[in-house]
């Protein structure tokens, strides 16, 4: 069984910066299409940053600019910047083996094979 391990939530102030992790149990991700997604409660879970084989990126309107999706060694990183108390959800890592390039990865969910359990962002005013 894969499991997804996000890290680094936390709380911060307005303003400040988080980087989050993403690592898979048993494999790298170098080979996966992977995402980051973010959910209130209350609210539909929604796609923030998307990093496919083909190193394509996408991001939601809401965090382009502040965002950055990465990969190092198999590993995922969600770089937040200037954080609004706006972002404060609970992140979760998601991956598919899907390779290349990929339409509209933020928005078709079911194409996740893997999800992590989530960590929290808190961003205060």
């Known amino acids: 069984q894969v499991r997804l391990m996000e890290s680094g939530g936390g709380s911060v102030q307005a303003g400040g910066s988080l980087t989050l992790s993403c690592q898979a149990s048993?494999?790298?991700?170098?080979?996966?299409?992977v995402a980051w997604f973010r959910q209130t409660p209350g609210q539909e879970r929604e796609g923030v940053a998307a990093?496919?084989?083909?190193?394509n990126t996408n991001y939601a309107d809401a965090v382009k600019g502040r965002f950055t999706i990465s990969a190092d060694n198999g590993i995922r990183y969600l770089q937040m910047n200037t954080l609004k108390p706006e972002d404060s959800a609970m992140y979760y890592c998601?991956?598919?083996?899907?390779?290349?390039?990929?339409?509209?990865?933020?928005?078709?969910?079911?194409?996740?094979?893997?999800w992590g359990q989530g960590t929290q962002v808190t961003v205060a005013s």
């Open positions: 990093l496919d084989t083909g190193g």
């Open positions: 998601a991956s598919s083996p899907t390779l290349g390039s990929v339409a509209d990865p933020l928005r078709r969910l079911e194409i996740y094979k893997y």
């Open positions: 048993a494999y790298a991700l170098t080979h996966f299409l």
